[in-house]
């Protein structure tokens, strides 16, 4: 299976990365912006609404 990234975005603080779904948490679940600490819904995170299509597949 080809290994999948996801574009996810801070609303707070708009810092961006791209990180592997597998290594996340569900879309449901807390999370916490590794630059700036805030903390809110990992779906929140997700940049586009393709990203939390996948996030939600590989939950």
Known sequence: MARS???LE???CGEDWEADPTDLPSHDATF???SCGEERLMAEFTKTQRSLEILKEFQ
Do not use: K
Request: positive net charge.
């Open 32 to 34: 916490q912006c590794r």
């Open 5 to 7: 990234w996801i574009q």
């Open 10 to 12: 801070c609303p707070a």
